[in-house]
């Protein structure tokens, strides 16, 4: 089963629209990968290239070793389920599910195996016998799965598969859709705009941003341990803190911020470098600025907001160095903050992130 | 600058119910949500305050005056449609000002306007570009800067940010609340997400089936949902049934032998349905039990969970009850698939139903 390698992929659309640059990375063999992005990133690019109905302008891609340059769209093994089920609507469930490896001219008995594994593995072939327009969405879509199990396909590329699929659905089909990947030993790339149906489902999910690969991680690297600005920003949201460092022996940095310091988690940036420490929203801890509290790493501020939204409350609290940071608390925290009132806004080290300021500010690193 | 007042407005397509009896009350510069499914009403409505649709009965007014004859280049309101609508052979900037070159303001003052609009808006630079080389995002804001520009004082949105990119969608929720209130204009704005309608509005009418089934502060409409329908729309909820105890003073939802201490006015002994929100439901450790300060407090078995971004959802096991519940990720509770944990609820948490009620709303439905 194949192992897919991206080696500086770039691709151009007519003269000068870089969809995809310098784009390098590893899909192992039986991995779950997902391509997260702001529309126009890429992700689609990205996954037709591996598919083949584009090739690309610059480097290459390989299906375990093999150069794609040499390999034919049917060599390559490929499956594909997109938004909108592409089955055809005249043929039933089981001759959908038939088809593929009736074109590669099987034997009568290995299609008839085939195609009720494919069936029995998408848990479609008690409607074995129906005409897609008399099924639901979901069964829509198995039957579009069962059809790519069938042509023994061992790569499956995804595009929103779950997109028309109402929202309390898309959860049970999520985990359906894993499984199956699983159970059949498929390698699945699966595109999708919707965050949580990334890191639910996937193995490793790419961010990309401008064409380029941000970051290639498992859920809780993207969320707990993002290696770069633009990633904290994108997945969950988090706050940027503007900084100098001051210390950075330890384990923890020290940084000023405004007046001042805070320890944080020390990633390398030397001394008397700026930085930018990227803490999560729902990291900070917040208290009356007149309560006695354990730690001394905190900085004080002055609430603009205390937002009730159900679901959590949004505290804005501008900071002594003027900038407003919003953090995200319990909608049953026991203080609903006054504007106006001066807080502490707890941080722990360890959940901090502490990059390298860039140079042309944290704006452009969040540019999409 | 405008308080706007529908006052029993009805609206049938043909034999097709689009709205029905709506009577609703928005003041001067007061941002209102109108949240609800496709299908509820919500277009119509916005529609009709617009004066895209005449309404079959009852009368819109703005401040005080009745405006339901009026045609709508005569209201002075902004529109913004959830696809964009923007001239595609316009430049962003030409688009912003079509409105005052038709109206035939002084040029001159509407540039210098809509320069201000850009520039509040972000989308500086990009007045020369057209709508097919912007983003999603910068498409919308310029629809925005256009419904704005002409003086418009009432701002009315149907669902404006749902093309958009979850990411994109949250930072323009944030902007447009600050845009309405520094302009100090009236809005109105459609929605399907209940947590963009509670993060813009300062109140909330949820519509159902063309007729407003709650209106109030999204604190209000959160806390005391009116029906079990708005409690499920509002998010998600982990749905009991028991029976009511009163008890010295003391209202309890009973559910085999589990004694759940709740607010209700229900009867002793009636049946009932209790949705707790998923984000009410607090997970601790066993260890913990003794600094715990809750109305309800039972031991549950992890059995599923996962990480979605700002939230742990994880699935609980009580009592032969599965219990949802939403945990953020600032928490420090080990979450672990089969570990044993405790379940928290206040008494406040439970939203309470009588059976009946659930049947009924469940057929309407």
Redesign the interface.
């Known amino acids: 089963m194949p192992e897919i390698r991206l080696q500086s992929v770039t691709k151009i659309f007519g003269r000068k629209v870089e969809a995809v640059k310098d784009l390098s990375f590893i899909i192992e063999d039986g991995e779950y990968v997902s391509l997260i992005g702001p529309s126009g990133c890429g992700k689609t690019t990205t996954l037709r290239l591996l598919a083949g109905t584009i090739i690309p302008t610059h480097g290459n891609i390989y299906f375990d070793d093999k150069s794609v340059e040499n390999l034919s769209i049917r060599d390559r093994n490929i499956g594909f389920v997109f938004q909108h089920f592409a089955i055809f609507p005249h043929l039933t469930v089981w001759e959908n599910a038939a088809y593929g490896p009736k074109v590669k001219g099987r034997k009568k008995s290995e299609i008839d195996s085939l195609v009720e594994h494919a069936l029995k593995a998408v848990q479609i072939d008690d409607k074995a016998e129906l005409y897609p327009p008399s099924l639901s969405a979901p069964d829509w879509q198995k039957t579009a799965l069962a059809r790519v199990i069938a042509s023994e396909a061992k790569v499956l590329l995804l595009d929103e598969p779950l997109g028309a699929l109402d929202q309390k659905i898309r959860g049970e089909f999520q985990i359906f859709l894993r499984d199956l990947v699983k159970n059949e030993g498929l390698t699945a790339i699966h595109v999708t705009h919707d965050q949580a149906e990334a890191l639910t489902i996937s193995d490793k999910v790419a961010v990309m941003n401008k064409g380029r690969l941000v970051q290639l991680g498992s859920a809780s690297d993207l969320i707990f341990t993002p290696n770069n600005i633009f990633t904290s920003f994108f997945v969950g949201e988090s706050d940027f803190l503007e900084s100098v460092v001051i210390k950075d022996r330890e384990t923890f940095a020290e940084v000023r911020v405004g007046q001042s310091t805070i320890k944080v988690k020390n990633m390398g940036i030397a001394r008397g470098k700026r930085a930018v420490v990227a803490v999560r929203r729902e990291f900070f801890k917040v208290h009356k600025y007149e309560d006695k509290i354990e730690t001394d790493n905190f900085l004080p501020g002055v609430v603009v907001r205390d937002q009730f939204l159900g679901l959590l409350r949004r505290v804005k609290v501008k900071l002594e160095n003027q900038q407003i940071v919003e953090i995200k608390i319990h909608a049953k925290h026991p203080i609903r903050f006054k504007e106006h009132e001066k807080v502490k806004l707890v941080i722990d080290p360890a959940s901090t992130r502490c990059f390298e300021y860039p140079e042309a500010g944290v704006a452009s690193a969040l540019e999409m | 600058m405008v308080k706007l007042e529908l006052d029993n407005i009805t609206k049938y397509y043909g034999e097709r119910r689009g709205v029905e009896n709506i009577n609703l009350t928005i003041e001067d510069g007061e941002y209102l949500a109108v949240l609800g499914p496709t299908g509820s009403g919500k277009t119509t409505t916005m529609y009709l305050v617009a004066g895209l649709l005449s309404p079959s009965e009852g009368r819109i007014l703005f401040n005080g005056e009745d405006v339901t004859k009026e045609p709508s280049e005569d209201r002075n309101v902004g529109f913004v449609f959830e696809e964009y609508n923007l001239f595609p052979r316009m430049s962003a900037e030409s688009n912003v000002l079509f409105g005052p070159i038709v109206k035939g303001l002084d040029l001159s003052d509407s540039r210098q306007v809509a320069r201000e609009m850009f520039s509040l808006l972000n989308i500086t630079g990009k007045e020369l570009n057209f709508p097919d080389e912007i ?2 995002g910068q498409k919308q804001r310029v629809a925005l800067a256009r419904a704005i520009v002409s003086n418009a004082n009432l701002l009315v949105m149907d669902d404006p940010l749902r093309a958009l ?4 969608r ?1 930072i323009l929720q944030v902007e447009l609340r600050n845009l309405v209130k520094d302009l100090s204009l009236t809005c109105i704005h459609a929605t399907h997400d ?2 963009e309608a ?2 813009v509005a300062d109140k909330i009418a949820v519509f159902k089936d063309g007729a407003i089934v709650q209106f109030g502060t ?2 209000e409409v ?1 806390n005391n949902p009116v029906s079990i329908y708005v409690a499920k729309f ?2 998600e909820t982990t749905e009991l049934e028991g029976t009511i105890l009163q008890e010295k003073n003391q209202s309890f939802l009973i559910i085999e032998d589990i004694k759940f201490e709740i607010e209700t006015d229900l009867k002793h002994g009636t049946k009932a349905v209790a949705l707790i ?1 998923a ?2 439901a ?1 997970i601790y450790t066993l260890s913990e039990r003794e600094k715990l300060n809750y109305d309800n407090i039972i031991e549950a078995e992890i059995i599923s969970t ?5 939230f742990y959802d994880v699935d609980l096991v009580a009592f032969n009850q599965v219990i949802k519940a ?1 945990e ?4 420090n509770v080990p979450l672990t698939e089969g570990s044993k944990v405790l379940f928290a609820t ?1 008494k406040g948490d439970f939203r309470i139903f009588p059976v009946e009620e659930d049947e009924k709303d469940e057929k309407e439905i």
């Open positions: 983003s999603g990119d979850a990411k994109i949250e209940t947590q509670m993060r999204p604190e959160y509002l998010g929100p984000e009410l607090d996962k990480c979605v971004g700002e939403k953020l990720i600032g928490k206040d």
